[in-house]
């Protein structure tokens, strides 16, 4: 009988006693899908090895706003991973999940990696697009993400907006005009940057897409050479996609520690290398050098430089009413 | 093409039309003789011939002429053609385009619409009741029900009890979630006689391992008693409740580890008497009771199947109560719900007053056994002479057990019938047989001191066996027998103790 009661109580042990695993969420923006893939089994075996843990950790895609609108509504994410930094302010200030001040608790304002905006086109470069002017032309067909939903389709228009003011000599009247033009030969307006691509590779809409970098890239890579090029335009955006913890939801589901070294590792010589081969420009320097033959030389302005930082031009493009609104017809 | 062909057929009927001239001027250059041989009266004829061969050239010439002009019509015609192709391969272009931009569009809207309707609010009606939620199910809001219409019959009581129908249970159940962790109950009790509210409580879910919920609800002690009114295998509960507290009002820290594994809940409470059929909704003294359980299902995550059904634990609860009679129970009552013990007058509670109960449950396939021992134990004192005090120390036990018939798993949390009644898909309900032992000893030192034993039995146990029909998840029939006998009453006949209870229950169930 004792030895019976023994062999129970072993049993129930060991049925308590089972490997620890962690499972978090991270929650970002659309093109990512191919970077974290990747980077999450890589880091799931830099996590047992120190560890000795098993990390699962599970992905949502969607429009950069999108997904910070979903976070705020309840989702519940560990950490996220968005295309432009005012969607993760949005996220502390409405639901005040993270501290305000969450740039600052990673490197190069939480911003792993960098990308900027550059055009496809269909092989041979059928209608000569060559910078911004020949997007507004009457004949052209552009096809980019809705600004309001999409963190890469905000860049994409800042980048617009600043190649216009340039040209134009700082006139806000005539950058106005030029990119109401430009919103005139949208036909479709995705909710993100992976549905434009689709719209454009897949469902061979429209002549150009204003497409992230590393989304150009991909194309290239998985549909062939011989049957889209990337042109550079002549000035772009500086794009910084940040991430940060989400402090409260990751204290909850008592995975801070993990979420917290997920980061932290995007910094590491395998984190940028993983970002570079998914062709985002790495912040490590040794990294980028390596991968300098990838990444075009061209004129990049930035978000804080050019437009005063991410919440003046949120509210001033893209908040209700916005220049945004007032110019897109459709 | 025809234009073509006409000018052919001019050149060659002009060869026809002159055919002599032609055939003489073949045959004569075939000859070769012929030249050698004019006629002196060829002269005039010679003219003649210049004259048609000047006219041949000249046909010839316009022929030409022709032929020139119809293949520029042609290349016209073809370059033509060739733009009117362009121009349709263009336009087709175009119009690809715009069937390809409807056809995203297309989808972009469905999307959209998808993506609306997860923000919508959802709305369900099934067996487990109506739930109207929002769509991120951060706020939910459920009604369900609960309702009893029992029978009880008793036999050879010298007709002490009433036997008759009774409507025991009449709860419309609220609950719901606010801003996601918090959780609401309340339901009020329109059965019986009194109308009470039965639970109502605010839980805030932390995590599932630390809640925190207060107001009215169950204490956390007894294992019968904290099992659901809807899916007990008896219609009453055994004399083992009789010793543990029902609902009361406090706070109570709760939750679930290792995924239910461990289960704990300990809470501060105004204090309940032993089992009371009446709450309240108020505090009657300034003494608060402390009441906690902690209760273990080992195996209920591990696959050794035959031990998943596993449980045991201990609740008990302590109380200073100084506060003479309502903290004193006001009696015990059999299966049959007829009071059997109660303390006499001038007698109130005068102390401490613990419990502690051992219990358990193994589910297994059909087969289900629940276990529970209490001991409540209470001091006492007399407010009339004589003035004494004393140390109670009342217990209970029972131990039932249940086989499904029809092959349903058996649980803590009732029988869900394989096949619904129907009878025209061959679909019966749920068949339950179960049967129970019970017993409840009051302290001999409670005679004659604080009870009489011409009024109260100072102990009883009783054995019952029933059957449970559940025709469907929301639909319940019972029906049972109960037998319960007394010891230590020597008062006069009639009265509940002086013979054995028999009853004879029946029930109808709602809940949903």
Do not use: C
């Not at chain 1, 940040?242 to 589901?253: E, L």
């Not at chain 2, 409740?241 to 290792?258: A, I, K, M, S, W």
């Amino acid at each position: 009988m004792k030895a019976l009661l023994a062999l129970l109580l072993a049993s129930a042990l060991v049925a308590m006693a089972g490997a620890k695993e962690i499972k978090f969420l991270n929650v970002s923006y659309d093109p990512t899908r191919e970077l974290y893939r990747e980077y999450n089994v890589a880091f799931a075996k830099y996590w047992k090895a120190k560890t000795g843990d098993d990390v699962v950790v599970q992905m949502s895609h969607g429009g950069s706003g999108k997904q910070a609108q979903s976070v705020i509504n309840g989702l519940e994410a560990d950490v996220v991973t968005l295309a432009l930094a005012y969607d993760i302010d949005a996220i502390s200030e409405k639901a005040n999940l993270l501290p305000a001040d969450w740039q600052k608790h990673l490197p190069d304002h939480s911003a792993p990696y960098t990308s900027t905006i550059v055009f496809l086109v269909r092989q041979g470069n059928p209608k000569h697009i060559h910078d911004w002017d020949d997007l507004v032309k009457p004949d052209i067909s552009v096809i980019t993400p809705n600004p309001k939903t999409s963190g890469g389709a905000r860049w994409a228009f800042l980048a617009a907006w600043a190649y216009a003011l340039e040209k134009n000599d700082n006139n806000e009247a005539k950058a106005r005009d030029f990119v109401a033009r430009l919103y005139k030969n949208v036909p479709v307006l995705d909710t993100g940057a992976r549905g434009s691509t689709i719209t454009f590779v897949q469902h061979e809409i429209g002549d150009v897409l204003l497409a992230w970098e590393n989304e150009a890239h991909l194309a290239i890579k998985e549909f062939g050479a011989d049957q889209f090029e990337i042109v550079m335009p002549s000035l772009s955006i500086l794009a910084e996609p940040p991430v940060a913890v989400v402090d409260k939801n990751a204290k909850r589901h008592g995975t801070l520690t993990a979420a917290r070294a997920y980061l932290e590792h995007l910094y590491s010589d395998e984190g940028q290398e993983i970002a570079a081969k998914n062709f985002y420009r790495p912040r490590n320097e040794k990294i980028a050098a390596k991968y300098a033959g990838q990444f075009a030389q061209l004129r990049l302005v930035t978000v804080d430089g050019e437009f005063g930082g991410w919440q003046q031009a949120q509210q001033k493009f893209f908040g209700d009413g916005g220049i945004f609104d007032q110019i897109y017809q459709h | 093409m025809k234009l073509n062909q006409l000018i052919l057929a001019i050149v060659a009927g002009a060869q026809f039309a002159f055919p002599l001239l032609a055939a003489d001027g073949e045959a004569t250059n075939s000859t070769g003789a012929a030249q050698n041989e004019i006629p002196a009266s060829a002269a005039p004829s010679a003219a003649n011939n210049s004259a048609e061969a000047a006219e041949i050239e000249a046909l010839k010439k316009e022929v030409q002429a022709l032929n020139q002009r119809i293949q520029n019509l042609e290349q016209q015609h073809e370059l033509q053609q060739q733009a009117i192709a362009n121009t349709n391969q263009e336009q087709i272009q175009e119009l690809d385009q715009k069937v390809r931009i409807l056809e995203r569009q297309r989808e972009l809207d469905k999307e959209d619409a998808t993506a609306a309707a997860k923000t919508q609010p959802l709305v369900k009606l099934d067996a487990n009741g109506f739930t109207l939620s929002s769509a991120d199910t951060n706020f939910a809001i459920s009604l369900h029900g609960l309702v009893q219409l029992d029978s009880r019959t008793f036999f050879a009581d010298h007709n002490i009890a009433n036997s008759g129908f009774l409507l025991r249970r009449a709860r419309p159940i609220i609950s719901g979630t606010v801003f996601h962790d918090f959780d609401f109950m309340f339901v009020p009790d329109f059965g019986g006689n009194t109308v009470q509210i039965q639970d109502a409580y605010l839980n805030y879910r932390f995590v599932p391992e630390l809640q925190l919920q207060a107001g009215k609800f169950k204490s956390p002690v007894g294992l019968e008693q904290l099992q659901s009114d809807s899916v007990l295998p008896f219609n009453e509960r055994s004399l083992v409740t009789d010793l543990v507290p029902n609902r009361d009002l406090g706070v109570e820290l709760h939750g679930d580890l290792f995924g239910g594994v461990a289960s704990y809940a300990a809470g501060i409470f105004n204090g309940a008497p032993d089992y009371n059929g009446t709450t309240v909704n108020s505090d009657s003294d300034n003494d608060k009771a402390f009441a906690g359980r902690i209760f273990f299902q080992p195996w209920k995550t591990s696959d050794m199947e035959v031990l998943r059904g596993l449980g045991f634990g201990v609740g008990g609860s302590y109380e200073a109560d100084r506060n003479g009679t309502s903290g004193l129970t006001p009696g015990y009552t059999t299966d049959g719900q007829q009071k059997f013990f109660a303390y006499t007058n001038g007698v109130a509670a005068n102390g401490t007053h613990w419990r502690i109960s051992p219990q358990g449950y193994y589910y297994y396939g059909p087969f289900g056994i629940l276990g529970e021992y209490v001991i409540s134990d209470q001091q006492v004192s007399r407010t009339t002479a004589p003035l004494v005090s004393g140390d109670l120390q009342n217990t209970a036990w029972e131990v039932s057990a249940g086989w499904v018939l029809t092959g349903e798993d058996a649980s803590y949390n009732g029988v869900t019938p394989r096949h619904p009644f129907n009878p025209r898909a061959g679909g019966w309900g749920a068949w339950q047989v179960v049967g129970r032992y019970e017993e409840l000893k009051v302290d001999k030192s409670a005679f004659p001191t604080f009870a009489s034993s011409t009024a109260s039995a100072s102990s009883a146990h009783a054995w019952s066996a029933g059957l449970n029909w559940y025709l469907n998840k929301n639909i319940r029939l019972n029906a049972s027998f109960s037998h319960t006998m007394f010891s230590g009453y020597t008062g006069a006949t009639p009265a509940v103790p002086a013979q054995a209870e028999n009853v004879f229950f029946t029930r109808i169930q709602l809940t949903f």
